[in-house]
């Protein structure tokens, strides 16, 4: 499995950006994938996660409302629309994946080793939102 994302920039506060991963390897649907960052010297944190068995997704507070994340199955690509954003969402954004129901990590808003044991992590893509 290969999770390649693309798509981080520099952007003012209040601007958005679109986040992209091509996800291959996967035989079928099932897996979940999402989108985790981690800011300089802080805890990695969950984002968005969508489940592709079901297309149901998850947010984490922090984000909900102005993050969407979605799926071109076509190109087995998951997207991360990010709007309104604010100078605490910079960071290395990594496109994640695990055959397991993982979602629900996203949500945790305390230091946990469950936001580290999904199997599949990509190269992370930088995010910076300026003030």
């Known amino acids: 499995v290969q999770l390649q994302a693309s798509g981080g920039g520099l952007v003012q506060t209040g601007g958005s950006l679109v986040l992209s991963c091509a996800a291959s390897?996967?035989?079928?649907?099932?897996?979940?994938i999402g989108w985790f960052r981690q800011a300089p010297e802080k805890e990695r944190d969950g984002v968005a996660c969508?489940?592709?068995?079901?297309?149901?997704?998850t947010y984490a507070g922090t984000v909900t409302g102005r993050f969407t994340i979605s799926r071109d199955n076509a190109k087995n690509t998951v997207y991360l629309q990010m709007n309104d954003l604010k100078t605490e969402d910079t960071g290395v954004y990594y496109c994640?994946?695990?055959?397991?129901?993982?979602?629900?990590?996203?949500?945790?808003?305390?230091?946990?080793?469950?936001?580290?044991?999904?199997?599949?992590w990509g190269k992370g893509t930088q995010v910076t939102v300026s003030s």
């Open positions: 390897g996967f035989r079928r649907d099932g897996y979940s």
């Open positions: 994640v994946a695990d055959l397991g129901p993982w979602c629900g990590v996203v949500t945790l808003t305390s230091p946990s080793p469950r936001k580290y044991e999904m199997e599949y």
């Open positions: 969508l489940n592709t068995r079901d297309g149901s997704t």
